[in-house]
């Protein structure tokens, strides 16, 4: 089969460039888990530098194109091609409950849904790593008091440890992306659990960031504190002046003094 074409409407971007696809590849500890999921594989050029890893590569591609060339192409994934949207899969159709890694050269379209659906699966992910648009994997890396310091960073970084690698310049893909790319790497934290609801910090980081310009104060009004708490000096700051370690304290202030 001929190459795969790029479609625009899948946010399609191959990788043309060996090395950094190999880099790509090596961002991986392979540490705590025996199985690896690539999103969004295309053509197969990350793919190549997993499977020479000890370590179970699986795939899963929308596009259904690409699968077709992954089945001609790489004998060695036989029965580990997903021809799902990650988005709508149950990863436990394939992985029943065990811990695997995630990697891609992601869609840029999709990328922020991949982090928060990867949340989800927070138990089971020791390890996520892949390319992202530059300024969503800076967003993702980002601390406290940053422009781009937001929601997804806050709830990444609340259960792993996250690291921006190098950047990517636009010339190595084809079709090349009208933006540079980044490469980063989450690794989930030794004690990950929280000492607060979870469902209740999610709720707390999006209510604060939605009016990101507003004190805590007002932007979590409808959250129905009690006067007392209200009174903490934590809510006469803004969003992105707030840690990670901040919210979750705040959380559970919240949790015990909520009317």
Sequence with gaps: MEKVKAKKHLGQHFLKDESIAKAIADTLNLEGYNDVLEIGPGMGVLTK???EKPINTYVIEIDTE????LDENFP???DKIISKDFLRYNVNEIFDGKQFAIIGNFPYNISTQIVFRTLEYRNQIP???GMFQKEVAERICSKKGSKVYGILSVLAQAFYDVEYLFTVDETVFIPPPKVKSGVMRMRRKENYNLPCSEKMLFTVVKMAFQQRRKTMRNSLKA????DNLREDTIFDLRPEQLSVEQ???LTQKIEANAV
């Design 66 to 69: 690409s699968v077709t060339y």
């Design 49 to 51: 530098y997993l499977l």
């Design 127 to 129: 390890e996520f790593a």
């Design 247 to 249: 919210f979750i304290e």
């Design 223 to 226: 959250l129905n504190l009690s």
């Design 76 to 78: 060695k994934l036989k």
